[in-house]
């Protein structure tokens, strides 16, 4: 047993969790700090006194209210993005272009997810099912979306990449692209044979939309109650799981460091006996797997499909990457982080900034305008680009 802990590198299992919760509380402080300043300006103006003169509370109040609970939403959808991102920056390390399928590979690991349990709910099963038992159909839908999304992202790298492998890296990503569109079309013809319906719902089950009260705290007359939904917490902490999984992966094992040498350079990690096709296959399952557990979390937290489910999630996730550093895993798990904060509390706050002038479809303007300045001064990302430098 000691011989065992022995071998575990717990500093790479420590390390990752001290990332996201810096991450988390850096983030979440910096964007308090702007919206609460912007709430107090505003409060003296026109726009403080008129909107919430009827309620008896002011601007900065209202803000301070409802910060705790857009801070915890804003963490469940960033983490989410640094999953999915996670796949586009581990292909990109090895290979050096952006797999578009990827998102699709997300739709279809939410689709598989959502049918297992649909499929359990129509025998009965789900419906008189302990709370354990619901927790492990949860866990079944997840496995199946891996397994399956994996397989798939395996299975497009074998014949849509590898022929184009030493081909201009513009042709590998009109592939990707190519194959992206297929995948939609694919999922839209199974699901018009199978069950002739375009949208798909997660089914109600077990108790993931109950919430449970953190705490609660008075602000003047107005009481705060902190609170987070059963299937919020399971999104973050199966994305946390994922991320140290990863992070172990590519960082503690020889796998990892098989990883490390093909991103390095491919001919000399072949002329050291590692076959790198391999581990370019294996790549793409670590990555697919990834994408199809968060696009299964995605179904658990949003309830609703359809076959277009992965593009905008794979476009968050596609910026995320690019906002962290591409190619670098720490910058992917900091720019979905950031990415999801900036679009809940820009969605949270902006209707209420600007007295109803610009609403919640707005809010990815201050996501994308942020991923502009970002590529202007620091082309690199946040983290920095993590490729490898060929001679």
Same mark, same amino acid.
């Given at each position: 047993?000691?011989?065992?802990?022995?071998?575990?590198?717990?500093?790479?299992?420590?390390? &990752?969790?001290?990332?996201?919760?810096?991450?988390?509380?850096?983030?979440?402080?910096?964007?308090?700090?702007?919206?609460?300043?912007?709430?107090?300006?505003?409060?003296?103006?026109?726009?403080?006194?008129?909107?919430?003169?009827?309620?008896?509370?002011?601007?900065?109040?209202?803000?301070?209210?409802?910060? &705790?609970?857009? $801070?915890?939403?804003?963490?469940?959808?960033?983490?989410?993005? $640094?999953?999915?991102?996670?796949?586009?920056?581990?292909?990109?390390?090895?290979?050096?272009?952006?797999?578009?399928?990827?998102?699709?590979?997300?739709?279809?690991?939410?689709?598989?997810?959502?049918?297992?349990?649909?499929?359990?709910?129509?025998?009965? %099963?789900? $419906?008189?099912?302990?709370?354990?038992?619901?927790?492990?159909?949860?866990?079944?839908?997840?496995?199946?979306?891996?397994?399956?999304?994996?397989?798939?992202?395996?299975?497009?790298?074998?014949?849509?990449?590898?022929?184009?492998?030493?081909?201009?890296?513009?042709?590998?990503?009109?592939?990707?692209?190519?194959?992206?569109?297929?995948?939609?079309?694919?999922?839209?013809?199974?699901?018009?044979?199978?069950?002739?319906?375009?949208?798909?719902?997660? &089914?109600?089950?077990?108790?993931?939309?109950?919430?449970?009260?953190?705490?609660?705290?008075?602000?003047?007359?107005?009481?705060?109650?902190?609170?987070?939904?059963?299937?919020?917490?399971?999104? %973050?902490?199966?994305?946390?799981?994922?991320?140290?999984?990863?992070?172990?992966?590519?960082?503690?094992?020889?796998?990892?460091?098989?990883?490390?040498?093909?991103?390095?350079?491919?001919?000399?990690?072949?002329?050291?006996?590692?076959?790198?096709?391999?581990?370019?296959?294996?790549?793409?399952?670590?990555?697919?797997?990834?994408?199809?557990?968060?696009?299964?979390?995605?179904?658990?937290?949003?309830?609703?499909?359809?076959?277009?489910?992965?593009?905008?999630?794979?476009?968050?996730?596609?910026?995320?990457?690019?906002?962290?550093?591409?190619?670098?895993?720490?910058?992917?798990?900091?720019?979905?982080?950031?990415?999801?904060?900036?679009?809940?509390?820009?969605?949270?706050?902006?209707?209420?900034?600007?007295?109803? $002038?610009?609403?919640?479809?707005?809010?990815?303007?201050?996501?994308?305008?942020?991923?502009?300045?970002?590529?202007?001064?620091? &082309?690199?990302?946040?983290?920095?680009?993590?490729?490898?430098?060929?001679?």
């Amino acid at each position: 047993m000691k011989r065992f802990f022995k071998s575990i590198n717990i500093q790479e299992l420590l390390r &990752p969790l001290g990332q996201l919760v810096f991450f988390s509380l850096g983030t979440t402080v910096v964007l308090s700090a702007v919206v609460l300043s912007l709430a107090l300006i505003l409060d003296r103006t026109v726009i403080g006194q008129t909107l919430f003169e009827r309620l008896n509370v002011s601007l900065y109040t209202y803000t301070l209210i409802n910060l &705790p609970q857009v $801070a915890i939403d804003g963490l469940t959808i960033g983490f989410v993005y $640094a999953a999915i991102a996670l796949g586009y920056t581990m292909v990109y390390g090895v290979l050096e272009f952006i797999n578009f399928a990827h998102s699709e590979i997300f739709a279809v690991g939410a689709f598989v997810g959502v049918e297992i349990l649909i499929a359990l709910d129509k025998f009965g %099963i789900l $419906a008189g099912s302990s709370l354990v038992m619901a927790y492990i159909y949860l866990i079944l839908a997840i496995v199946g979306g891996m397994l399956v999304a994996g397989g798939l992202a395996v299975a497009v790298e074998r014949v849509a990449y590898r022929p184009l492998r030493h081909a201009s890296r513009l042709v590998p990503l009109i592939s990707a692209i190519g194959v992206s569109f297929l995948l939609q079309d694919v999922i839209r013809l199974v699901e018009s044979l199978t069950t002739g319906q375009f949208n798909r719902i997660f &089914p109600t089950f077990g108790n993931f939309d109950r919430r449970v009260i953190l705490g609660k705290m008075e602000l003047g007359a107005t009481n705060i109650t902190l609170g987070v939904s059963i299937k919020s917490m399971i999104v %973050i902490l199966s994305a946390v799981l994922m991320l140290v999984a990863l992070n172990y992966l590519v960082n503690a094992t020889k796998i990892g460091k098989a990883i490390r040498a093909v991103a390095q350079d491919h001919p000399t990690a072949s002329l050291m006996g590692i076959d790198v096709n391999r581990i370019i296959s294996l790549t793409f399952l670590v990555g697919g797997m990834l994408g199809g557990a968060a696009g299964v979390l995605y179904a658990l937290k949003f309830t609703r499909i359809d076959a277009f489910v992965g593009f905008f999630p794979g476009l968050k996730a596609f910026t995320a990457a690019v906002l962290g550093g591409i190619g670098n895993m720490t910058g992917a798990l900091l720019g979905g982080i950031v990415l999801g904060m900036l679009e809940t509390y820009a969605g949270s706050y902006m209707g209420v900034f600007t007295m109803g $002038a610009a609403g919640t479809e707005y809010k990815d303007i201050f996501a994308f305008s942020i991923l502009i300045l970002v590529l202007i001064f620091r &082309p690199q990302g946040l983290m920095g680009a993590n490729v490898a430098q060929k001679a």
